[in-house]
Nanobody, 126 residues
Framework: QVQLADSGGGLVQAGGSLRLYCVAS????????TAWLRQSPGKEREFVAA????????NYAGSVEGRLTISRDNAKNTLYLQMNSLKPEDTAVYSC???????????????????WGQGTQVTVSS
């Protein structure tokens, strides 16, 4: 019954920054591990980052670690992805996702997540 609305994507030059947002409705996100995944044309959906239910533990794909930061505000029912030092290879549709009761921050597969946002386009030009 959870609905996710992700936003914040856009067109940015290499080296620039964006901040993605994911607002949940219908249920609180407190009980869910949450994540960001992305997909480029012709490629499989790729794990980007995850954060634990309490927001005290994170997990990042090696390609984004040090540049992207995932965070959450349970009081606002919102998940964030701060994107800095963006590269052209970061170009993709980014989607937020919530897991099931079994999902933890270290889960990185698509099938680990039950609820998805519609996706927001991030385009990084060179």
């Amino acid at each position: 019954q959870v609905q996710l609305a992700d936003s914040g994507g856009g067109l940015v030059q290499a080296g620039g920054s964006l901040r993605l947002y994911c607002v949940a409705s219908g249920r609180t996100i407190t009980i869910y591990s949450t994540a960001w995944l992305r997909q480029s044309p012709g490629k499989e959906r790729e794990f980007v980052a995850a954060i634990s239910r309490r927001g005290d533990t994170t997990n990042y794909a090696g390609s984004v670690e040090g540049r992207l930061t995932i965070s959450r505000d349970n009081a606002k029912n919102t998940l964030y992805l701060q994107m800095n030092s963006l590269k052209p290879e970061d170009t993709a549709v980014y989607s937020c996702a919530l897991g099931s009761y079994r999902t933890r921050y270290y889960n990185t597969a698509v099938w680990d997540y039950d609820y998805w946002g519609q996706g927001t386009q991030v385009t990084v030009s060179s």
